[in-house]
Nanobody, 115 residues
Framework: QVQLVESGGGLVQPGGSLRLSCAASGSIFSMGAVNWYRQAPGQQRELVARITSGGSPNYADSVNGRFTISRDDAKNTVYLQMNSLKPEDTAVYYC?????????WGRGTQVTVSS
């Protein structure tokens, strides 16, 4: 059974930084791309960043230049470094993969950017 566990969220002031982690059970990450999504209250879940199996990243325009996604397949972990955080980055952040044609999600980690 595939399990994804996010961690690293919290309360941070505008302009601050956080690093989120997503740990997987087994070597599931090495099999393909890994995505970070976020969902703010009353809004749809949106794709924030993706990293391919080869390590190529892609970002939403809203976070490009501020967020960095990376992966450590030896540790079965994907990271999302978030810098220059803004109040509009406040959301629950989810790790996601698609394997065997099925989507798998973690439970999410809350990020709150507020003074």
């Amino acid at each position: 059974q595939v399990q994804l566990v996010e961690s690293g969220g919290g309360l941070v002031q505008p302009g601050g930084s956080l690093r989120l982690s997503c740990a997987a059970s087994g070597s599931i990450f090495s099999m393909g791309a890994v995505n970070w999504y976020r969902q703010a209250p009353g809004q749809q879940r949106e794709l924030v960043a993706r990293i391919t199996s080869g390590g190529s990243p892609n970002y939403a325009d809203s976070v490009n230049g501020r967020f960095t996604i990376s992966r450590d397949d030896a540790k079965n972990t994907v990271y999302l470094q978030m810098n220059s955080l803004k109040p509009e980055d406040t959301a629950v952040y989810y790790c996601n993969i698609v394997r065997f044609g099925l989507p798998f999600w973690g439970r999410g980690t809350q990020v709150t950017v507020s003074s």
